[in-house]
C-alpha cells in the first residue's frame, strides 16, 4: 500500500495492496489489531454520510473496543443545506413562471414555510431530476418559463453543475438559472477541528470527494494541526482499515494523512473535474446548516457566468431564519452530540415527519440512527460470533 505521509513514515501491519489485505486479514484480525494498539480513549469523526450509513448497517461500532467513539460529521449534502436556502428556494416559487428542478431528498427538506414537496403538491411547478444535465433540458424544452436549478452537493457535484453552465453558455439558453448551494469540505473540516469543545482525534475521510481533490487539500489536517486522516472506501473492511490506521498513528505518535483508498482515489484528484469548477466557480462563505457561515467554504458563479445566478436574476435574498424549535440538527452535524440526546428524535421528528434535514436524507445521521440503532444500544453484542458477522 502506498501512503502519503506528511511527517515521516507510518508504521502499519497493512504495508500492502489492498487486494492482499483482504486476502490475508479478516475484520476480526482487524479488530483484534486495534484493540492491541489502543492506548487511550480516541474519538474518530466519519466526515461521510456514505461512511455514517455503511458503520450502521455493517455493525462497526459494535465490535469497536469501548473507548474509541465514532461520531458523524457534516458529510450529507442535504443535511447541510440551510434553512435559509430552502426558504429562498420557496420564495422564488411564488414568483410567475418559475419551475425548480432538484434532486430528490431536497424535496422533503423543511423550510419556515414548508418544504418544496409541499409547494408541489399544492400546484407549483417542482420537478425531481437525477443530474444537473436534465434541469438544462427542461429549459430548453420549455422556453416559455423560468428554470432554475437548486444545484446542492460537495465537490463531487459541483463539476457537473459547472459543465450545465458551460454548456448553457454555449447553448445561449436564456431561460435557465441556478441557485448554488454546493459546498466544500476543507473548511469545515478546519472549522471542526479549531472547536475547543470538539475533540478529534482523527478523521476518516470521504472517498468520493477525495476522488476529486486527491490528497493534497486536506494536508493541513495532520501537518498544521496534528490531527491523523485517513481516506476510506466504504466496504465495511475499508472502514475497518481506516479505523485501524488512525489507532496505529497514535500509538506510533504520529500525525498524517494516509490514503487506505488508493484503487479510486489519485494523490493528484480529477483534474479534468477540478479545472471546470475552477473556470466556472469562484470560492466564497457559505452558510451550513447549524454550523453558520464559513469562510470560503462554498462556490459562487463567477462574473462572466452572472446571467446564470438566480440571486441576481430575480433579485433575492437568502434570509437567516430561526431554526425549528428543539431541533438539534447543528449540534449533531458539528458532532457535539449523538441524534439519540435530540428531544425531538423518534418523537416529533422521524422519517415521515422530519423536522429538520438529518432525518430527510437517507445519509442523515438522525435518519441512519432511527433506522439502525433507535434504541440506543445496537442489538450487536460483543462476541467473537459478532466480530465474525462484520468480516467483509
Known amino acids: 500500500m502506498k501512503y502519503i505521509s506528511t511527517q515521516k513514515k507510518a508504521m502499519s501491519p497493512f504495508d500492502r495492496e489492498p487486494g492482499q489485505i483482504k486476502a490475508s486479514y479478516t475484520a476480526h484480525h482487524v479488530i483484534e489489531a486495534i484493540g492491541q494498539r489502543l492506548t487511550k480513549p480516541l474519538?474518530?469523526?466519519?466526515?461521510?454520510?456514505?461512511?455514517?450509513?455503511?458503520?450502521?448497517?455493517?455493525?462497526?461500532?459494535?465490535?469497536?473496543?469501548?473507548?474509541?467513539?465514532?461520531?458523524?460529521?457534516?458529510?450529507?449534502?442535504?443535511?447541510?443545506?440551510?434553512?435559509?436556502?430552502?426558504?429562498?428556494?420557496?420564495?422564488?416559487?411564488?414568483m410567475p413562471d418559475i419551475t425548480m428542478a432538484t434532486y430528490g431528498d431536497m424535496l422533503r427538506v423543511p423550510g419556515t414555510r414548508g418544504s418544496l414537496s409541499e409547494r408541489k403538491s399544492e400546484g407549483k411547478d417542482v420537478r425531481l431530476i437525477t443530474s444537473a444535465a436534465q434541469a438544462l433540458s427542461i429549459a430548453e424544452d420549455n422556453p416559455e418559463r423560468?428554470?432554475?436549478?437548486?444545484?446542492?452537493?460537495?465537490?463531487?457535484?459541483?463539476?457537473?453543475?459547472?459543465?450545465?453552465?458551460?454548456?448553457?453558455?454555449?447553448?445561449?439558453?436564456?431561460?435557465?438559472?441556478?441557485?448554488?448551494?454546493?459546498?466544500?469540505t476543507p473548511p469545515v473540516l478546519e472549522q471542526l477541528v479549531k472547536d475547543p469543545d470538539l475533540k478529534i482525534n482523527g478523521f476518516i475521510l470521504p472517498g468520493h470527494v477525495s476522488v476529486i481533490l486527491g490528497h493534497k487539500a486536506y494536508r493541513f489536517l495532520a501537518d498544521h494541526y496534528g490531527v491523523p486522516c485517513a481516506i476510506a472506501g466504504f466496504e465495511p473492511m475499508d472502514i475497518l482499515l481506516a479505523i485501524a490506521d488512525l489507532v496505529f498513528q497514535h500509538s506510533n505518535g504520529e500525525s498524517a494523512l494516509h490514503s487506505l483508498y488508493p484503487r479510486a482515489v489519485r494523490p493528484e484528484g480529477n483534474q479534468k473535474a477540478l479545472d471546470l469548477i475552477s473556470k466556472v466557480f469562484t470560492p466564497c462563505s457559505a452558510r451550513w446548516r447549524g454550523l453558520g457561515l464559513i469562510p470560503s467554504s462554498g462556490y459562487a458563479l463567477k462574473e462572466e457566468f452572472a446571467a446564470f445566478d438566480a440571486l441576481l436574476r430575480f433579485g433575492i435574498t437568502i434570509p437567516t431564519p430561526k431554526p425549528p424549535a428543539g431541533c438539534c440538527c447543528g449540534d449533531v452535524l458539528a458532532g457535539h452530540i449523538t441524534p439519540l440526546k435530540c428531544p425531538l428524535f423518534a418523537a416529533a421528528c422521524t422519517p415521515m415527519t422530519p423536522v429538520g434535514p438529518c432525518m430527510v436524507s437517507s445519509e442523515g445521521s438522525c435518519s441512519a440512527y432511527y433506522k439502525y440503532n433507535r434504541g440506543g444500544a445496537s442489538p450487536w453484542k460483543r462476541s467473537p460470533s459478532a466480530t465474525e458477522a462484520a468480516d467483509d
Do not use: W
Open 43 to 94: 474519538t474518530f469523526m466519519e466526515v461521510c454520510g456514505t461512511h455514517t450509513v455503511s458503520i450502521f448497517r455493517s455493525g462497526i461500532r459494535s465490535v469497536l473496543p469501548p473507548d474509541l467513539s465514532l461520531i458523524s460529521g457534516p458529510g450529507c449534502p442535504v443535511c447541510v443545506t440551510d434553512q435559509g436556502e430552502i426558504d429562498c428556494a420557496i420564495n422564488l416559487l411564488d
Open 146 to 184: 423560468e428554470i432554475v436549478f437548486l444545484a446542492v452537493g460537495f465537490e463531487t457535484t459541483a463539476p457537473a453543475t459547472a459543465a450545465t453552465i458551460l454548456e448553457a453558455a454555449e447553448k445561449n439558453i436564456t431561460n435557465f438559472s441556478i441557485l448554488v448551494y454546493h459546498k466544500q
